[in-house]
């Protein structure tokens, strides 16, 4: 509990130099996997009657980690899990949403969640692999780097929860396009061309173990 607390303490007062006090806006963070990477893969992908719907699968061997990125429209990507292939994390299996096909034939229903982490082990074991460049993030964050460096570029967290795998850090940010015809706050940080932008990160022993990044659609 010292720890959370004192992490909050950290995040507040580095906050005070990584937001600024005026309103302002800012590009989301995300991941440089090109549109060009996600071509023809973004269709259901199956495996042993599991399928993954609107997901593109990227591994890298060489540093043990996956980046899951779901797709919307235009290859707008709404969800970024990115973690360590050598732990399973419950805030991963919990974001992640796999199905099998409905009883009645007719389209998709969500898999039990006590058979994701096989089906997750097989979807990494068939995933495209790529290089450890696109496993850092536009704003320079990565596995492996600690709170403090979170702090840096994203500001204070707006909560920070006690999980049995470690502390989960989130970051709530307030897209731009959804304050069109409302009167910003001047103390808010915006985030450009964005309904709403959303990141966690679990940090275990001080370290960043997995991150996940949403973006809100209409």
């Given amino acids: 509990m010292k720890y959370g607390i004192l992490m909050i303490s950290i995040c507040f007062i580095a906050a005070v130099s990584a937001c600024p006090s005026d309103s302002s806006v800012y590009i989301a963070d995300g991941y440089p996997v090109t549109v060009d990477m996600l071509k023809g893969y973004g269709d259901p992908v199956k495996h042993d009657g599991i399928v993954s719907l609107d ?24 969800q970024l899990i990115h973690f360590d292939i050598r732990q399973m994390p419950s805030v991963v299996l919990d974001s992640l949403e796999l199905h099998t096909r409905s009883k009645t034939g007719k389209g998709y229903e969500l898999l039990d969640d006590n058979l994701k982490p096989g089906a997750l082990f097989n979807f990494l074991e068939i995933a ?16 492996g ?7 840096e570029l994203y500001g204070a967290p707006n909560a920070v929860r006690e999980t049995k795998d470690g502390k989960l850090c989130v970051w709530d940010y307030t897209g731009e396009l959804e304050m069109a015809d409302k009167k ?3 103390t808010v940080q915006y985030v450009a061309d964005s309904l ?3 990141i966690k990160i679990l940090f275990q022993d001080g370290k960043a173990m997995v ?7 209409p």
């Avoid at 495209?128 to 596995?143: D, E, H, M, Q, V």
């Avoid at 780097?145 to 702090?151: G, R």
């Fill in 196 to 198: 709403g932008h959303h």
């Fill in 145 to 151: 780097m600690s709170p403090d460096e979170a702090v």
């Fill in 55 to 78: 997901k593109v699968w990227f591994v890298n061997d060489r540093i043990n980690q996956a980046l899951i990125i779901k797709l919307h429209v235009d290859y707008h990507r709404t």
């Fill in 128 to 143: 495209k692999r790529i290089a450890p460049k696109y496993f850092i993030t536009n704003r320079g964050f990565s596995l």
């Fill in 211 to 217: 991150i996940i990044m949403l973006n809100d659609v």
């Fill in 184 to 186: 910003k706050d001047s």
